[in-house]
């Protein structure tokens, strides 16, 4: 006899009927359609690796269930799939429940990893077993530089323009939700004016003055996961140098300050946050090509004179402090490398000011960060890309993502997704915030952040724009383009429903003019 979930999962009730056709099932029949009740996707060669892989105590299955599907919608199937293989008198024999055991302890354990945090899948996202799109806003700050660590989280200043950050992180989150998007960006050490904590000589000592940090961003993603909301935290900026930008400079010059802050701040945070599911992910730089001296280096990795003339380099102007690409690749790398090794769980990426940091040349392949960090960390890779777009003299260049006819046109990005970062209806050449989040979705991208959420400053939109652009992604699931936009982060499986192809919209005279040929480099 098998129990099976009663229909108001409120308790197991005994399965007379379904014993009978479950015996007559061979045992890989049953497993495989356990996997799709769970959104699983598997091969033979996944369940002859598993059958193989040896047996396993039902004490240790329990355990391992308890602890990696708390929560979630997908306990039901998953804690009836190991009723059949514990209880199933068809499969009688100690060897045999053992062996179902250990094929849906590797294949649950996939499918668990891959629902919980969002993930890749070639140039898209993916969430609970489903094609996402990250639909969002930026939030970069409430006070610049200071809204974290030591208890400034909850702080209040009535001076200041935002005097609460908490509420202001909060609303932003609320008002993304109940305007059907899904993601924010926000900034975190900045410059280092706050966190991380540096000594007299620039070495990095701890996370923050009181070591709240990491409960101060516990508490902001709770909520955050609550209204079903990724946060993706960028650690440093490199497109203002202000007083306190030597302490970034030191970290990128100096190899052993640059080891202090990884151990002492970086792989605590990571360590601290790696469960968190609305964490959707790290970015370890906002606009690197800021700071960036543009110089001619005989390895094509470094070189960066073909950024003449293009405005890169541009906070450097401010202060004389210009840092070279093998220096920046190194920073970038050992960072990505070390979230790796404390937080599997969470993808890390870096914001390009255009398409000429990400696009039309890639400054960040694997194979430039690697050479970067001497090849001693290989794991310090992007996993997807992100570009920032604003016009200039009132229109976007010709390989701008809102003017290429397609993602895939950048081809040195792919095989990942690609998210335009900032962008905003003020400074988009005449192009409406709902034609530039609709041309993100249906264009092969795989989320679009528009800046920002306060409003105010160069180049941003009012908050009710951006909120007119979420509304108009909402209820988007076509599974063949953009995916999914009602994310669930309470649950196995997202809000979108079946997932059936929408048409797409027809695009706006923006975007009519004849096929362009592929980016050169």
């Not at 920073?331 to 039309?360: C, M, Y």
């Amino acid at each position: 006899m098998i129990l099976s979930w009663h229909h108001d999962h409120s308790h197991f009730e005994p399965c007379l009927h379904c014993t009978t056709q479950l015996c007559r099932m061979p045992l890989v029949s049953v497993i495989l359609a356990l996997a799709h009740s769970a959104s699983v996707s598997i091969s033979g060669q996944n369940i002859r690796s598993a059958v193989y892989s040896g047996t396993l105590l039902v004490p240790v299955v329990f355990r391992w269930l308890s602890l990696k599907v708390e929560n979630s919608d997908t306990w039901h199937s998953l804690a009836h799939g190991v009723q059949i293989a514990l209880l199933n008198g068809c499969y009688s024999t100690y060897r045999m429940k053992m062996l179902s055991i250990a094929v849906l302890l590797a294949l649950l354990s996939a499918a668990v990893q891959g629902q919980t945090y969002l993930s890749t899948d070639g140039q898209h996202f993916n969430l609970n077993g489903q094609r996402v799109f990250l639909s969002g806003v930026n939030m970069a700050w409430c006070r610049y530089g200071s809204d974290f660590g030591g208890g400034l989280y909850y702080s209040y200043k009535s001076s200041s323009s935002c005097p609460s950050s908490k509420s202001k992180y909060e609303q932003a989150i609320q008002d993304i939700a109940n305007n059907g998007g899904n993601s924010l960006r926000i900034w975190l050490h900045v410059e280092g004016q706050e966190t991380p904590v540096f000594s007299y000589w620039g070495s990095v000592t701890q996370t923050d003055a009181t070591d709240q940090l990491v409960n101060e961003l516990k508490d902001m993603l709770g909520f955050a996961k609550r209204h079903n909301v990724l946060v993706f935290l960028v650690l440093w900026n490199g497109a203002h140098h202000g007083n306190n930008f030597w302490k970034v400079r030191d970290l990128v010059w100096d190899d052993l300050k640059l080891r202090t802050y990884v151990d002492e701040a970086l792989k605590p945070l990571a360590l601290g946050l790696k469960d968190e599911r609305a964490l959707g992910g790290w970015e370890i730089m906002n606009e690197p090509e800021g700071s960036l001296s543009v110089q001619y280096d005989s390895d094509p990795c470094y070189n960066t004179d073909f950024l003449a003339g293009s405005g890169a380099g541009w906070a450097g102007d401010a202060d004389g402090t210009y840092l070279p690409m093998n220096r920046m690749l190194r920073f970038i790398n050992r960072q990505i490398a070390a979230i790796k090794e404390v937080d599997p769980n969470h993808l890390v990426t870096v914001g390009s000011w255009s398409e000429k940091g990400q696009g039309i040349r890639n400054l960040y392949t694997d194979d430039c960060l690697q050479k970067a960090g001497d090849y001693s960390y290989r794991a310090g890779v992007l996993d997807f890309y992100q570009m920032h777009t604003y016009t200039k003299s009132g229109s976007y260049g010709s390989q701008s993502p809102f003017r290429v006819d397609h993602a895939r046109d950048y081809t040195d990005l792919s095989g990942r997704p690609v998210v335009i970062g900032e962008f905003s209806q003020i400074r988009g050449g005449g192009m409406g915030i709902t034609d530039q989040f609709n041309r993100a979705y249906y264009y092969g991208y795989g989320g679009a952040w528009s800046w920002h959420y306060s409003g105010g400053g160069d180049g941003s939109d009012s908050t009710a724009t951006q909120m007119t652009g979420l509304r108009w992604l909402q209820n988007k699931n076509d599974q063949n383009k953009g995916g999914c936009v009602k994310i669930n982060l309470n649950g196995g499986t997202n809000r979108c429903g079946g997932g059936q192809r929408a048409r797409a919209r027809r695009p706006g005279r923006s975007f009519s003019s004849p096929r362009r040929p592929r980016l050169m480099n």
